[in-house]
């Protein structure tokens, strides 16, 4: 069955950064597009970057672009989302995303926290 794992998640002082993985397992990786998406406290679930499934393709919510990096390793399954210059309004629970056959399957999400 399909499975994602975050991990890589913590806390960190604004302006840090924190690099988080999610791996993929139970499908062909490297066929599919992989998004990062984040909830924070009393808000909607919001899109922070997708990938395409060779990589060559990545796009980024407007507040994200120029901190945020989505990257990809099929070798190894996994996508990562290298976050810099965090500030406190990043603080969320992040997911990874994969649409297969029109149907969303998500990870169990990681905590991230941005304080000083």
């Known amino acids: 069955q399909v499975q994602l794992v975050e991990s890589g998640g913590g806390l960190v002082q604004p302006g840090g950064s924190l690099r988080l993985s999610c791996a993929g397992s139970?499908?062909?990786?490297?066929?599919?597009?992989m998004r990062w998406y984040r909830q924070a406290p009393g808000k909607e679930r919001e899109l922070v970057a997708d990938?395409?499934?060779?990589?060559?393709?990545?796009n980024y919510a407007d507040s994200m672009k120029g901190r945020f990096t989505i990257s990809r390793d099929n070798d190894k399954d996994t996508v990562y989302l290298q976050m810099n210059r965090l500030k406190p309004e990043s603080t969320a629970v992040y997911y990874c995303?994969?649409?297969?056959?029109?149907?969303?399957?998500w990870g169990q999400g990681t905590q991230v926290a941005v304080s000083s």
């Open positions: 990938i395409s499934g060779t990589g060559g393709i990545r």
């Open positions: 995303n994969a649409r297969i056959r029109y149907r969303d399957y």
């Open positions: 139970g499908f062909t990786f490297k066929n599919y597009a």
